[in-house]
């Protein structure tokens, strides 16, 4: 309380009323533009500067600019909504942390707190305040995952967070333009791949400054001398807007649920839709307690994504921040697997996290018919490969130690009008990683990567395609891998009279099974055969149009026993339309 008493007095102090004519609308709209073109320019800026491929390949990052009292005013398009959502919220904890009175022109301030960041250790957030002619503005911040931050590396076998890797609280990174060197010594003892993460951090902050700039050069352009003005444009207009498409919608409850994998049994998720005068809440209550490994969920997570869902359904082209999120309400209980509390291990809270959205529409398309797609592969399809010289016998000299995270996507849902988009990451939005990417940052080979024939489930719209891959590691190498899977037994369901899509499959290349989630060790010579979930399919079969499954034959998305066993296609038709594909012909 006291830290935000003296915030608001150094609001006030910062904000005078002044007595020169103030920007008109037009100009305030223009503003606005520019600080979404500023906060982009900054996220572009950290891809190509980042040392990991998550980062540069995968995207998966956050950036956005901030008014003076921590509210979000504008945020990247590149990013991913865990991170840039739950990142709304981290910049209030760091006010709180370091306290308005200890800000200072040059700072440079960090955390990987899931509670107060975005979820897990394995994202490092940073926030720089900015000046301009001495007077305190607002606040750049961002957000990236790393590769390594040492514990037991990334995955769900932690039975806390203190097995997960290295903390680092609030603090500052940098203090008026000085670096804490001892800071980086913890680091750089704690993790595997030190030169990578120090690297990123730089990263980080360097992208803020880079943001810091083309918010100065505005202000100079504007005469501004706060952002006090465009802050209230963009929040009061967002507000206003957001509240208008929720009260257009037909006030109603429903509930929605659905089940996943989870560790070593299922987890089921349960929400309470309540579309009410100037809000939505979602209400989690019945979600299975909290689970013994690190696929739990910090709160501030299942919020990131229970309103991204929310705001694609009814709100998607009011642009994103504090205000046009703020009348979307998420609670639940504590210590279920989707309101984890410290210390509970959190480093896979994807895995739940992806979920959330479907159970959320599963109780959304109740109340608002052929909006919502069906579900689709969720949690991203991550692997993570620790590589080192065989042990079995004598490894050559060239064999190496390397650390090699990829991020790989099922398919997503069929949309009420549409067919399932393939490979994709929804509701992430995390780009699938090119192979080349992969293979140079490491000793790992992907043999095989390729689109997953019948894995979309049937329907009027058929589900997106999930992906074959096949992995191994160069001659004298064995690996430990990171399973990060779910879908295996609980593949997505349809909506409306869909089909399911195709389940999670995992083994080795001499068809030992493997598990979904967890370390598990690759022997020198042998490779891991995946197949990535289906999305799954939309409406009846009986109204796809026959066009668009020669098509999707034609294609390769099905095969000519599915056309034939699922499709109901006639045999000679199906020979046909293949005939005419190897001519040419296009559909």
């Given at each position: 309380?006291?830290?935000?008493?003296?915030?608001?007095?150094?609001?006030?102090?910062?904000?005078?009323?002044?007595?020169?004519?103030?920007?008109?609308?037009?100009?305030?709209?223009?503003?606005?533009?520019?600080?979404?073109?500023?906060?982009?320019?900054?996220?572009?800026?950290?891809?190509?500067?980042?040392?990991?491929?998550?980062?540069?390949?995968?995207?998966?990052?956050?950036?956005?600019?901030?008014?003076?009292?921590?509210?979000?005013?504008?945020?990247?398009?590149?990013?991913?909504?865990?991170?840039?959502?739950?990142?709304?919220?981290?910049?209030?904890?760091?006010?709180?942390?370091?306290?308005?009175?200890?800000?200072?022109?040059?700072?440079?301030?960090?955390?990987?707190?899931?509670?107060?960041?975005?979820?897990?250790?394995?994202?490092?957030?940073?926030?720089?305040?900015?000046?301009?002619?001495?007077?305190?503005?607002?606040?750049?911040?961002?957000?990236?995952?790393?590769?390594?931050?040492?514990?037991?590396?990334?995955?769900?076998?932690?039975?806390?967070?203190?097995?997960?890797?290295?903390?680092?609280?609030?603090?500052?990174?940098?203090?008026?333009?000085?670096?804490?060197?001892?800071?980086?010594?913890?680091?750089?003892?704690?993790?595997?791949?030190?030169?990578?993460?120090?690297?990123?951090?730089?990263?980080?902050?360097?992208?803020?400054?880079?943001?810091?700039?083309?918010?100065?050069?505005?202000?100079?352009?504007?005469?501004?001398?706060?952002?006090?003005?465009?802050?209230?444009?963009?929040?009061?207009?967002?507000?206003?807007?957001?509240?208008?498409?929720?009260?257009?919608?037909?006030?109603?409850?429903?509930?929605?649920?659905?089940?996943?994998?989870?560790?070593?049994?299922?987890?089921?998720?349960?929400?309470?839709?309540?579309?009410?005068?100037?809000?939505?809440?979602?209400?989690?209550?019945?979600?299975?307690?909290?689970?013994?490994?690190?696929?739990?969920?910090?709160?501030?997570?299942?919020?990131?994504y229970a309103c991204y869902a929310i705001k694609c359904a009814v709100a998607p082209d009011i642009p994103n921040n504090a205000a046009s999120l703020s009348p979307f309400e998420v609670i639940a209980?504590?210590?279920?697997?989707?309101?984890?509390?410290?210390?509970?291990?959190?480093?896979?809270?994807?895995?739940?996290?992806?979920?959330?959205?479907?159970?959320?529409?599963?109780?959304?398309?109740?109340?608002?018919?052929?909006?919502?797609?069906?579900?689709?592969?969720?949690?991203?399809?991550?692997?993570?490969?620790?590589?080192?010289?065989?042990?079995?016998?004598?490894?050559?000299?060239?064999?190496?130690?390397?650390?090699?995270?990829?991020?790989?996507?099922?398919?997503?849902?069929?949309?009420?009008?549409?067919?399932?988009?393939?490979?994709?990451?929804?509701?992430?939005?995390?780009?699938?990683?090119?192979?080349?990417?992969t293979e140079q940052v490491g000793p790992v080979i992907i043999w095989r990567k390729e689109l997953r024939p019948d894995s979309g489930g049937v329907g009027r719209h058929r589900g997106g395609l999930?992906?074959?891959?096949?992995?191994?590691?160069?001659?004298?190498?064995?690996?430990?891998?990171?399973?990060?899977?779910?879908?295996?037994?609980?593949?997505?369901?349809?909506?409306?009279?869909?089909?399911?899509?195709?389940?999670?499959?995992?083994?080795?290349?001499?068809?030992?099974?493997?598990?979904?989630?967890?370390?598990?060790?690759?022997?020198?010579?042998?490779?891991?055969?995946?197949?990535?979930?289906?999305?799954?399919?939309?409406?009846?079969?009986?109204?796809?149009?026959?066009?668009?499954?020669?098509?999707?034959?034609?294609?390769?998305?099905?095969?000519?026993?599915?056309?034939?066993?699922?499709?109901?296609?006639?045999p000679d038709i199906v020979k046909d339309v293949m005939k005419r594909a190897r001519n040419g012909e296009v559909f």
């Open positions: 309380m006291m830290a935000q008493s003296i915030l608001l007095k150094k609001s006030a102090q910062m904000c005078p009323k002044s007595t020169k004519a103030q920007p008109s609308n037009v100009q305030y709209q223009v503003m606005w533009n520019r600080l979404i073109s500023v906060v982009e320019e900054q996220a572009q800026a950290l891809v190509r500067t980042a040392f990991s491929t998550s980062v540069r390949e995968a995207g998966d990052l956050s950036a956005g600019v901030y008014d003076k009292d921590g509210k979000m005013l504008a945020q990247a398009v590149t990013g991913t909504p865990g991170h840039v959502n739950a990142m709304a919220d981290a910049v209030a904890h760091f006010i709180r942390r370091i306290g308005p009175e200890n800000f200072s022109s040059g700072d440079v301030y960090i955390t990987n707190d899931p509670w107060e960041g975005t979820g897990h250790l394995h994202d490092i957030t940073i926030v720089t305040p900015s000046f301009h002619h001495e007077r305190f503005v607002g606040f750049f911040a961002c957000t990236a995952h790393i590769v390594d931050i040492g514990g037991r590396g990334f995955g769900a076998d932690a039975n806390s967070v203190y097995e997960e890797g290295l903390y680092i609280p609030i603090m500052k990174f940098i203090h008026q333009g000085k670096v804490d060197e001892t800071l980086i010594k913890i680091i750089r003892g704690n993790v595997r791949e030190p030169d990578q993460l120090v690297g990123d951090i730089y990263a980080l902050a360097t992208c803020n400054e880079i943001g810091h700039r083309r918010l100065l050069e505005m202000m100079d352009e504007f005469s501004l001398n706060d952002i006090c003005g465009i802050s209230d444009f963009i929040l009061t207009n967002s507000k206003r807007a957001t509240l208008e498409r929720i009260n257009s919608l037909t006030r109603g409850v429903a509930q929605g649920e659905m089940r996943s994998d989870g560790y070593s049994h299922p987890v089921d998720l349960r929400v309470k839709l309540s579309i009410q005068k100037d809000k939505i809440l979602c209400d989690f209550n019945g979600t299975s307690s909290i689970d013994k490994k690190g696929i739990n969920c910090p709160l501030v997570y299942t919020k990131a209980p504590e210590n279920t697997i989707v309101n984890a509390l410290h210390p509970a291990p959190v480093a896979l809270r994807h895995v739940i996290g992806h979920m959330v959205p479907d159970a959320v529409y599963a109780a959304l398309d109740q109340l608002i018919p052929d909006l919502v797609p069906a579900e689709g592969a969720g949690c991203l399809c991550n692997f993570q490969v620790s590589l080192r010289p065989r042990t079995d016998t004598q490894a050559p000299v060239s064999a190496r130690r390397a650390e090699v995270l990829t991020f790989n996507s099922g398919g997503s849902g069929a949309r009420p009008r549409l067919d399932g988009m393939n490979a994709t990451a929804f509701p992430s939005g995390v780009m699938t990683m090119p192979v080349e990417a999930g992906q074959f891959m096949e992995v191994g590691a160069q001659e004298g190498h064995e690996f430990d891998i990171q399973a990060m899977f779910d879908r295996l037994n609980h593949p997505a369901n349809g909506r409306q009279g869909g089909g399911m899509g195709a389940p999670t499959t995992i083994a080795l290349d001499n068809g030992t099974a493997m598990k979904g989630k967890g370390k598990q060790f690759v022997p020198h010579g042998n490779r891991v055969m995946m197949a990535f979930p289906g999305g799954a399919g939309y409406g009846p079969l009986s109204e796809r149009k026959n066009p668009e499954i020669w098509r999707d034959l034609a294609a390769g998305y099905i095969s000519e026993q599915a056309a034939i066993e699922a499709y109901g296609l006639d």
